[in-house]
């Protein structure tokens, strides 16, 4: 129990430092969040957790191909957010990467590639 509350508050104190961090300096802050901190987190939580190594490939393998249909959000979140706000922004931002993740799932397994069973 106190290695799960442990890994809640580094993971945890990682956002609020992020976050911190954007107050300040917003590229920095968007740098250091660009970062795949939360990965690496996960890999070497899993790591320490003794997964398997296939375990961990796949983690890292799986995660390339989900971070693809996210990266328009970044994109049209700002516009969305001038024209509508950010709740609205957010909402739709969403409903979007749900849409391209959908489309992406459908043009991947063309080549094979399933990431929902």
Same mark, same amino acid.
């Given at each position: 129990?106190?290695?799960?509350?442990?890994?809640?508050?580094?993971?945890?104190?990682?956002?609020?430092?992020?976050?911190?961090?954007?107050?300040?300096?917003?590229?920095?802050?968007? &740098?250091? #969040?660009?970062?795949?901190?939360? !990965?690496? +987190? %996960? /890999?070497?939580? $899993?790591?320490?957790?003794?997964?398997?190594?296939?375990?961990?490939?796949?983690?890292?393998?799986?995660?390339?191909?989900?971070?693809?249909?996210?990266?328009?959000?970044?994109?049209?979140?700002?516009? &969305?957010? #001038?024209?509508?706000?950010?709740? !609205?922004? +957010? %909402? /739709?931002?969403? $409903?979007?990467?749900?849409?391209?993740?959908?489309?992406?799932?459908?043009?991947?397994?063309?080549?094979?590639?399933?990431?929902?069973?």
């Amino acid at each position: 129990m106190v290695y799960i509350i442990f890994k809640y508050a580094i993971t945890a104190a990682l956002v609020v430092i992020i976050s911190e961090i954007v107050k300040r300096n917003d590229r920095l802050g968007s &740098l250091i #969040a660009s970062l795949p901190l939360v !990965m690496i +987190l %996960t /890999l070497i939580w $899993l790591h320490l957790e003794s997964a398997s190594a296939e375990k961990i490939s796949n983690h890292a393998y799986y995660t390339f191909w989900f971070v693809i249909p996210t990266l328009p959000m970044f994109l049209v979140f700002p516009k &969305l957010n #001038a024209m509508f706000g950010f709740w !609205m922004a +957010l %909402t /739709l931002s969403s $409903l979007m990467t749900i849409l391209l993740f959908y489309l992406f799932q459908i043009l991947l397994s063309r080549f094979g590639i399933q990431l929902f069973p």
